[in-house]
């Protein structure tokens, strides 16, 4: 069974930057028949697709965010990564990572974890 | 950017009603659309993808359809399970986006 776990720092202080790390197990993230993909929810608000990476290492982003992001994928740690720079407290949310079939949809999730940004 | 609207923001609705959430997109996504369900701290589920294909291991009562631009989400006859939120997400192109999500809630 396909598992996802992130794991990062909970608190990230405004103008740092909030590291993530998504551990796949259960299968290959050098499968070639998936990307992997960063979702964020701020609380009691709706999903908002961040990036997502193949495990070549091709990205995707949102605009919306692209300038802040950076997603990076360790094949041999059978993981990827976010990080998101200059955060302010617009940031604070629950960070999903996921897998993503090639038509795009996300069809294994992680349990998500709460970043949130305060000094 | 291609915009999700979906509507009602919330449903009342009873056990054993039938129900339908409706998601219009700004542009044409063609049929890649999919439906998902987040219950209360969890992660969302997926439920429908390519409009109205059931993902595997989803109750039947659970169906898609879509008419150009409008999608719609049917829950045939509520369970005391389905009561939670529902968002719909387009991946006709990128940056994939999100509908505003639908709670429905008991009457």
């Known amino acids: 069974q396909l598992q996802l776990q992130e794991s990062g720092p909970g608190l990230v202080k405004p103008s740092e930057t909030l590291s993530l790390t998504c551990t796949v197990s259960g299968g290959s993230i050098s499968s070639s028949s998936y990307y992997w993909g960063w979702i964020c929810q701020p609380p009691g608000k709706g999903l908002e697709w961040i990036g997502s990476?193949?495990?070549?290492?091709?990205?995707y982003y949102n605009p919306s965010l692209k300038s802040r992001v950076t997603i990076s994928v360790d094949t041999s740690k059978n993981q990827f990564s976010l990080k998101l720079s200059s955060v302010t407290a617009a940031d604070t949310a629950v960070y999903y990572c996921?897998?993503?079939?090639?038509?795009?949809?996300?069809?294994?999730w992680g349990q998500g974890t709460l970043v949130t940004v305060s000094s | 950017d291609i915009q999700m609207t979906q509507s009602p923001s919330t449903l009342s609705a009873s056990v054993g009603d039938r129900v339908t959430i409706t998601c219009r997109a700004s542009q044409s996504i063609s049929s890649w659309l999919a439906w998902y369900q987040q219950k209360p701290g969890k992660a969302p589920k997926l439920l429908i993808y390519k409009a109205s294909s059931l993902e595997s291991g989803v109750p039947s009562r659970f169906s898609g359809s879509e008419s150009g631009t409008e999608f719609t989400l049917t829950i045939s006859s509520l369970q005391p399970d389905d009561f939670t939120t529902y968002y719909c997400?387009?991946?006709?192109?990128?940056?994939?986006?999100f509908g505003q999500g639908t709670k429905l809630e008991i009457k």
């Open positions: 990476i193949y495990y070549s290492g091709s990205t």
């Open positions: 996921a897998r993503m079939p090639a038509l795009g949809t996300f069809d294994y």
């Open positions: 997400q387009q991946y006709n192109s990128y940056p994939y986006t």
